[in-house]
C-alpha cells in the first residue's frame, strides 16, 4: 500500500538556521511527491511537486526538496529560516494505482515547524 | 477569481442532525475532493470526484454522501451527524487536463459535533 511517514510531531529551530522537515514514502512504481503548508486557520498551499528529473526541486518562499530513491526519502529544507516560516507542513504522494481515471492523493500526518527568533 | 470557496467555515451540530458542506470552484477543476484534518491523523480522503456524475469513496466515506450535478459545486452531505465527525473539513480540486498534479484547497470548514 502507498504510504508516506513524517516522522517528527515538530522541529524547532533558530531563524537565520537551515532547516529539514523529513518524509518517507512507500509506493510501488515511480512516485508523484508533494509539500504542502498550512498557516493557521487556512487551507493547505502548495510548495513544491517532485515528478521527474533533477533529484534537487526548488519551490515557494526559497524551499527545496531532495529526492533520494534509495532511501525513499523527500526532505524538504531552506537554507535560512524565517519566523514566518513557522507553520503545519505536509507531505504526500499520489497514489498511482490508477483505476478508470481515478486516483487518489496520500498525505502525512503533518510536521510543526516552529522558527524562534 | 475566488478559486475553491467553502462554507460554512464554522458549524455547530447536535447529535443526530444533518447538514451539508458547500464546495464551490470557478477554475473548471475535473476533480474534487473532501479530506477531513484531525490532530495527528493528518488529512484522510472522503470522497473525490472526476466529473459530473461521478463519484468515488476515499478511505473514510462512512457517514457522508456526496453528489457531483455540476463540474463547479461538489457538496458533502451528514446525514446523521456524530461526535466523530468533529474535524475540519477541506474540499481541494485539481485539473485533470493539464498535467499539473497539484491540488488547490479551500479555507477549510470547521465542524462541532455535540
Known amino acids: 500500500a502507498q504510504s508516506v511517514a513524517q516522522p517528527e510531531d515538530q522541529v524547532n529551530v533558530a531563524e537565520g538556521n537551515p532547516l529539514t522537515v523529513k518524509c518517507t514514502y512507500s509506493?510501488?512504481?515511480?512516485?508523484?511527491l508533494f509539500w504542502y503548508v498550512q498557516y493557521p486557520n487556512r487551507g493547505l498551499q502548495f510548495l513544491l511537486k517532485y515528478i521527474t528529473g533533477d533529484n534537487l526541486v526548488k519551490g515557494s518562499y526559497g524551499f527545496e526538496a531532495e529526492f533520494n530513491k534509495s532511501q525513499t526519502s523527500f526532505h524538504l529544507k531552506k537554507p535560512s529560516a524565517l519566523v514566518s516560516d513557522s507553520a503545519l507542513y505536509f507531505c504526500a504522494v499520489r497514489d498511482m494505482k490508477v483505476t478508470s481515471g481515478t486516483y487518489k492523493y496520500i498525505f502525512g500526518t503533518g510536521t510543526r515547524l516552529k522558527v524562534l527568533a | 477569481n475566488a478559486g475553491v470557496t467553502q462554507t460554512p467555515k464554522f458549524q455547530v451540530l447536535k447529535t443526530g442532525q444533518s447538514m451539508t458542506l458547500q464546495c464551490a470552484q470557478d477554475m473548471n477543476h475535473e476533480y474534487m475532493s473532501w479530506y477531513r484534518q484531525d490532530p495527528g491523523m493528518g488529512l484522510r480522503l472522503i470522497h473525490y470526484?472526476?466529473?459530473?456524475?461521478?463519484?468515488d469513496q476515499g478511505e473514510v466515506p462512512n457517514g457522508y454522501n456526496v453528489s457531483r450535478s455540476t463540474t463547479e459545486d461538489f457538496p458533502l452531505r451528514l446525514l446523521s451527524a456524530a461526535p466523530s465527525q468533529t474535524s475540519v473539513y477541506f474540499c481541494?480540486?485539481?485539473?485533470?487536463?493539464?498535467?499539473?498534479?497539484?491540488?488547490?484547497f479551500g479555507a477549510g470548514s470547521r465542524l462541532t459535533v455535540l
Open positions: 481541494a480540486t485539481k485539473s485533470l487536463s493539464s498535467g499539473a498534479n497539484v491540488l488547490t
Open positions: 509506493v510501488s512504481g515511480n512516485p508523484y
Open positions: 470526484s472526476v466529473g459530473a456524475g461521478i463519484t
